[in-house]
């Protein structure tokens, strides 16, 4: 098997779960989290005594909340992944809900060994905050942004959610330049999705609640694209960009199609065999019986597939080419390619291919193209 | 164990679709014995999947029960459990042709419908007692006092003569066979006669060869015997006879009277014809018995696989298919659209969509069907005349002398209160009105001479939905008439689409584009690029349309543990896309190819 160099811990908690989100997150489960801590280190240590694993050179603790965590739970898991080999230069991202951010806190993860802060920002507006069911002020999300910043995080990340019911053009640009005032290395601005089982979904479908037109949206994506150019953010994948030097490196990983563990209800890991076969493993997702499988064996996986070469290739073209520098994973599909590039969805770039402007706003189809 | 021919009996049940005929004949074996209610599948006689699923009967069935009458004597009963859909009224009369009596059922809620009156005058065009039964009194809104006075009004059978029943709860079972040994004469024929044996179905036996289905009406039929199909001249050696209990059971001989099967190692149902008569060929018949009629296709659709790989595996679907259902036709096609398929011939709407609904499941095929058409007759100006099936294949208007359509008379029996309606709706359809008649139980029978092709245009659901579901038709072919047609040609992206062509009346041509190309807006789904759709009329354009191009298909986030849910998101999107032929550029759903169908 390949060696694993990225690891996905997964915190399944929230103080509340958003209408829009369709995560495996559960409303806080207070008295579960110290156990579900102690199984996740199980996980940990049986997968360093079983998988080739390390040194690791991304760490992504991921949500749920993460920062619901004491920090003394963020450095008992630091602790065991260390124990599986962490490169002294590895990128180790926590996700961060503004509520949730302090000096002593931002001290703490420090300490752990995080070194990349993702903070979930949105929206600064108040009337988008409740619509979204966002329990903290745009202030506050400003204020952590600030902490963070302060207090040592050398490279922090905001969340934003363009394409929000009732945020017109205007007020979307106003929360995108309040954001890049705080001078953040990294920003994903997501275009907001109705996932069909989600409350939203539910709004959606009964007519509760209109989404904005398809060109409206697209109206504020292109308008951020622009802005974040001229402010010197390199736009790198269709929803994220970075100053220069501070890409996400464990997603990019990840669209590079290389293995990666995933620990954690429901977390999903990848893992490459070396006659090419891609394997795919998930665990439960409920927190109640991750923590009754992980914490007897270590081991919580509910279900696995393994694709053939050729629909890894394809898979791995479907999410490379989300990369906006372009992709050589699509070279197995010349035919695909010069269809698209025809069709002006993608152009040639450099040996491999790249989406177009309007390849962006089709990636799916893209996409789909690449999956025969 | 033989029973005397005084104490045989041969009836048929006859209804309205959805009257309760298979219901009936169910507990009509549970009663007699014939099927244990612990066997009891519910729906025994309908075999196919396909038939359990609908609640239809497509093919006809036959089943000998015994039953011990209050009389004393022990009775052999068989019966035959015949299709009830207007498309399969030739099995209907020759299953009724192989009987001597009828139980028709009537809704005791919903009463004498269209099919219910066709099928009474065919029964008695075959001197059929009947036996009226009133079925369904159980339910809350029925009026069985109404319906029988119906019966007597507009059938004429007398009102004491009516059974009432209920089938699902099992009333009245005893008194209809009481009803059957009673007024049902026992057969005629002389078991010593030359034989006449009536095939009432015929039924693809992958071990066996043809299992043909037959009423012996002279004579007897034994195995070892040479018989010969007095039709199409092929003879064959029988290899056994037997009845149905309801499985095959075989048996030593079927003489005059009794129903049953024959196996003589046919290899194709063509080779035993529903109304053929079969005979020995030491000692034939001197003549068949009456009433065959080559069964012919009234509607013609091209069938496509969406798969272009798939054309062998499609070619070899329909053979197989074929050799169950004689009544299917077709013949290869090429379509600069759709490429290489068939052009198949059925005897209805729903008789396609059973064969086109077969083959894609017992074959896993994946099909594309063009609107269904009807046959047209061309005379060209040099004096020939040729049929035409494809609108597309229509001659040059240059050429063109006349162009004759298939007419028929339609019936159609109608609460009073839809009466406007009924004669509106075939008015816009070309319908010359014929007659009209009040009958009891406020229901009038409505009756339109009107050219067949309206009729496969959406007019049945059309008369559904304008008399809220009271409506009923049936229909008959009646011969060809000279009418003002003209080929509506439609492009998408500026290609012709030949399964697109339609003949249409001359008079609303203009109206039908414009209203075809408004419809195929909505079903072609939005593509990369933007697709113009025109209706054109002898190179002359007359509609155009225009479907946007696709604005948006992003998902905004894609990480790693997002990966396999978006693949599979994607591949069900792909999936989804299968039912979309690619034609040019462009990708036309199904639906596209039906439009036609339903334009008003």
């Known amino acids: 098997m390949e060696r694993i160099?990225?690891?996905?811990?997964?915190?399944?908690?929230?103080?509340?779960?958003?209408?829009?989100?369709?995560?495996?997150?559960?409303?806080?489960?207070?008295?579960?989290?110290?156990?579900?801590?102690?199984?996740?280190?199980?996980?940990?240590?049986?997968?360093?005594?079983?998988?080739?694993?390390?040194?690791?050179?991304?760490?992504?603790?991921?949500?749920?909340?993460?920062?619901?965590?004491?920090?003394?739970?963020?450095?008992?898991?630091?602790?065991?992944?260390?124990?599986?080999?962490?490169?002294?230069?590895?990128?180790?991202?926590?996700?961060?809900?503004?509520?949730?951010?302090?000096?002593?806190?931002?001290?703490?993860?420090?300490?752990?060994?995080?070194?990349?802060?993702?903070?979930?920002?949105?929206?600064?507006?108040?009337?988008?905050?409740?619509?979204?069911?966002?329990?903290h002020s745009g202030s506050d999300a400003i204020e952590a942004v600030?902490?963070?910043?302060?207090?040592?995080?050398?490279?922090?990340?905001?969340?934003?959610?363009?394409?929000?019911?009732?945020?017109?053009?205007?007020?979307?640009?106003?929360?995108?330049?309040?954001?890049?005032?705080?001078?953040?290395?990294?920003?994903?601005?997501?275009?907001?999705?109705?996932?069909?089982?989600?409350?939203?979904?539910?709004?959606?479908?009964?007519?509760?609640?209109?989404?904005?037109?398809?060109?409206?949206?697209?109206?504020?994506?292109?308008?951020?694209?622009?802005?974040?150019?001229?402010?010197?953010?390199?736009?790198?994948?269709?929803?994220?960009?970075?100053?220069?030097?501070?890409?996400?490196?464990?997603?990019?990983?990840?669209?590079?199609?290389?293995?990666?563990?995933?620990?954690?209800?429901?977390?999903?890991?990848?893992?490459?065999?070396?006659?090419?076969?891609?394997?795919?493993?998930?665990?439960?997702k409920g927190p109640h019986a991750y923590i009754k499988q992980a914490a007897g064996s270590g081991h919580a996986v509910a279900g696995s597939e393994t694709l053939s070469p050729e629909r890894a290739n394809g898979e791995a073209a479907m999410i490379g080419v989300r990369l906006l520098d372009g992709t050589t994973a699509a070279r197995d599909f010349p035919a695909q390619r010069s269809q698209l590039v025809d069709a002006g969805l993608l152009a040639e770039a450099d040996g491999g291919v790249r989406l177009t402007r309007r390849g962006i706003e089709l990636a799916n189809q893209v996409g789909a193209a690449f999956l025969v | 164990m033989s029973t005397p021919t005084r104490l045989t009996r041969a009836i048929s049940v006859i209804a309205h679709v959805d009257h309760g005929k298979t219901t009936l004949s169910d507990r009509l074996l549970e009663f007699t014995g014939t099927v244990a209610p612990r066997d009891m599948v519910e729906q025994v006689l309908d075999q196919l999947d396909l038939e359990r699923e609908r609640g239809i009967t497509i093919k006809a069935q036959a089943v000998r029960m015994l039953y011990k009458a209050d009389d004393g004597n022990t009775y052999q009963i068989n019966l035959i459990d015949t299709p009830g859909h207007v498309d399969f009224s030739y099995e209907v009369s020759r299953a009724l042709a192989a009987c001597d009596g009828a139980i028709l059922v009537v809704d005791a809620s919903q009463g004498i419908e269209a099919q219910t009156l066709a099928n009474v005058h065919q029964a008695l065009d075959h001197h059929l007692k009947i036996i009226p039964v009133v079925n369904k009194i159980d339910l809350p809104q029925a009026n069985p006092e109404l319906v029988r006075e119906e019966i007597e009004k507009v059938?004429?059978?007398?009102?004491?003569?009516?059974?009432?029943?209920?089938?699902?709860?099992?009333?009245?079972?005893?008194?209809?066979?009481?009803?059957?040994?009673?007024?049902?004469?026992?057969?005629?024929?002389?078991?010593?006669?030359?034989?006449?044996?009536?095939?009432?179905?015929?039924?693809?036996?992958?071990?066996?060869?043809?299992?043909?289905?037959?009423?012996?009406?002279?004579?007897?039929?034994?195995?070892?015997?040479?018989?010969?199909?007095?039709?199409?001249?092929?003879?064959?050696?029988?290899?056994?006879?037997?009845?149905?209990?309801?499985?095959?059971?075989?048996?030593?001989?079927?003489?005059?009277?009794?129903?049953?099967?024959?196996?003589?190692?046919?290899?194709?149902?063509?080779?035993?014809?529903?109304?053929?008569?079969?005979?020995?060929?030491?000692?034939?018949?001197?003549?068949?018995?009456?009433?065959?009629?080559?069964?012919?296709?009234?509607?013609?659709?091209?069938?496509?696989?969406?798969?272009?790989?798939?054309?062998q595996q499609l070619k070899e679907a329909l053979e197989k298919l074929q050799l169950n259902d004689a009544a299917l036709v077709y013949e290869p096609e090429t379509s600069a659209a759709?490429?290489?398929?068939?052009?198949?011939?059925?005897?209805?709407?729903?008789?396609?969509?059973?064969?086109?609904?077969?083959?894609?499941?017992?074959?896993?095929?994946?099909?594309?069907?063009?609107?269904?058409?009807?046959?047209?007759?061309?005379?060209?100006?040099?004096?020939?005349?040729v049929p035409v099936d494809n609108p597309d294949k229509l001659p040059d208007p240059a050429e063109i002398e006349a162009i004759s359509e298939p007419m028929v008379i339609a019936t159609i029996v109608v609460p009073s209160t839809y009466v406007g309606n009924m004669m509106e709706l075939s008015q816009e359809r070309r319908g010359q009105f014929l007659n009209m008649e009040y009958e009891p139980g406020d229901r009038v029978v409505i009756t339109y001479r009107m050219p067949l092709a309206e009729i496969i245009h959406d007019y049945y659901d059309q008369l559904k939905s304008r008399s809220k579901g009271y409506a009923s038709l049936d229909y008959e072919l009646v011969g060809f008439e000279e009418a003002n047609l003209v080929k509506l040609d439609v492009l998408v992206a500026g290609s012709p689409i030949d399964a697109l062509s339609m003949i249409v009346d001359r008079s609303k041509a203009q109206q039908q584009g414009r209203r075809l190309a408004e419809k195929l807006k909505t079903l072609i789904p939005r593509q990369l690029f933007e697709v113009p759709i025109q209706a054109a009329i002898g190179g002359?354009?007359?509609?155009?349309?225009?479907?946007?191009?696709?604005?948006?298909?992003?998902?905004?986030?894609?990480?790693?543990?997002?990966v396999t849910r978006k693949r599979k998101l994607l591949e069900k999107q792909k999936e989804g896309k299968k039912r979309l032929k690619r034609v040019g550029n462009v990708e036309i759903p199904q639906e596209a190819f039906m439009a036609v169908l339903s334009l008003d």
């Open chain 1, 5 to 135: 160099h990225s690891l996905y811990l997964h915190v399944p908690f929230c103080t509340w779960v958003c209408k829009y989100c369709d995560f495996n997150a559960y409303a806080v489960l207070d008295g579960l989290i110290a156990p579900y801590v102690e199984a996740l280190t199980r996980e940990i240590d049986a997968a360093a005594d079983t998988l080739p694993i390390g040194p690791l050179e991304t760490v992504f603790i991921g949500g749920g909340t993460p920062s619901l965590l004491t920090t003394d739970q963020v450095r008992l898991l630091m602790d065991h992944v260390r124990a599986m080999g962490l490169a002294s230069n590895a990128e180790v991202t926590l996700e961060a809900n503004p509520s949730n951010v302090t000096g002593e806190r931002v001290d703490g993860w420090l300490a752990a060994g995080v070194n990349r802060l993702s903070i979930g920002v949105q929206s600064l507006r108040p009337d988008a905050l409740r619509f979204l069911e966002r329990l």
């Open chain 1, 146 to 284: 600030r902490m963070a910043r302060a207090g040592g995080f050398a490279n922090v990340n905001a969340d934003l959610l363009y394409g929000v019911p009732g945020v017109n053009l205007e007020g979307w640009l106003e929360t995108l330049e309040t954001v890049l005032a705080q001078g953040v290395q990294h920003l994903s601005a997501y275009e907001l999705t109705v996932e069909s089982q989600t409350r939203l979904g539910q709004e959606v479908r009964t007519g509760l609640v209109q989404m904005p037109e398809a060109d409206d949206q697209l109206e504020q994506y292109w308008a951020a694209v622009a802005r974040l150019e001229a402010a010197g953010y390199g736009h790198y994948e269709i929803s994220n960009w970075s100053r220069p030097g501070f890409v996400c490196r464990h997603n990019v990983a990840a669209w590079h199609y290389q293995p990666y563990l995933g620990c954690g209800a429901g977390a999903h890991s990848m893992f490459r065999s070396n006659d090419g076969r891609t394997e795919r493993r998930w665990n439960v």
């Open chain 2, 155 to 311: 059938i004429g059978l007398p009102a004491e003569s009516v059974i009432f029943a209920s089938a699902r709860q099992g009333i009245g079972t005893k008194e209809i066979l009481e009803a059957v040994v009673r007024e049902v004469p026992p057969p005629t024929g002389d078991s010593n006669a030359p034989l006449q044996a009536l095939i009432f179905d015929a039924k693809f036996d992958a071990y066996r060869g043809v299992v043909t289905y037959i009423r012996v009406l002279e004579g007897t039929l034994r195995p070892g015997m040479r018989i010969q199909m007095m039709q199409t001249g092929k003879a064959f050696e029988v290899d056994e006879v037997g009845i149905f209990r309801p499985e095959r059971t075989p048996v030593e001989d079927l003489s005059a009277g009794e129903v049953g099967y024959l196996i003589a190692n046919i290899r194709n149902v063509r080779d035993s014809r529903v109304g053929d008569t079969v005979t020995d060929e030491a000692r034939p018949a001197s003549a068949p018995l009456p009433g065959y009629r080559h069964v012919t296709p009234m509607v013609f659709a091209g069938l496509f696989p969406t798969d272009t790989e798939q054309y």
């Open chain 2, 338 to 385: 759709l490429g290489f398929g068939f052009r198949c011939g059925f005897l209805g709407l729903l008789h396609m969509e059973i064969v086109q609904e077969r083959l894609e499941r017992e074959f896993n095929l994946t099909l594309l069907g063009t609107a269904p058409t009807v046959e047209y007759r061309v005379k060209l100006r040099n004096g020939q005349e």
């Open chain 2, 540 to 562: 002359k354009i007359v509609a155009r349309e225009t479907v946007p191009a696709m604005r948006k298909d992003v998902t905004a986030k894609c990480y790693g543990g997002d």
